[in-house]
């Protein structure tokens, strides 16, 4: 029953903490969505979530929620940063599996390339 409890717990606390950052991201997308200073285009792409260039990371965080913590492609620079999105989360794919959102310095989505 002990190592029961010592399992569960744990579990407990990370699912509770996976439905706070779902609550926070669906926040963030109403928020913007519902903002109108923010493109019609821009938030149209969110409700669809697709990505388009000019968006800022807060816009595509909306769109498509948080990019791989682990993967590759993950990663700051000083000339922008670069996010990797792979299918199922996975990182077995390997480098190039992925789609790669680059950004510049002012957190401007730039372009981005799938396999």
Not at 2 to 25: D, G, H, S, W
Not at 41 to 58: D, F, L, P
Request: aromatic share 12%; glycine share 8%; with cysteine.
């Amino acid at each position: 029953m002990k190592y029961f409890i010592l399992t569960i717990v744990p579990l407990f606390f990370l699912n509770a903490c996976a439905i706070e950052q779902e609550n926070r991201m669906k926040a963030m997308r109403h928020q913007i969505v519902s903002n109108p200073s923010v493109p019609n285009e821009i938030r149209a792409a969110i409700r669809n979530n697709q990505i388009m260039v000019g968006m800022t990371k807060e816009q595509v965080l909306a769109s498509w929620g948080q990019p791989c913590g682990l993967c590759y492609g993950t990663r700051r620079s000083s000339t922008g940063d670069t996010w990797e999105y792979n299918p199922g989360e996975t990182t077995s794919l390997g480098i190039g599996a992925g789609t790669y959102l680059y950004f510049d310095t002012n957190g401007i989505l730039r372009y981005w390339s799938s396999p």
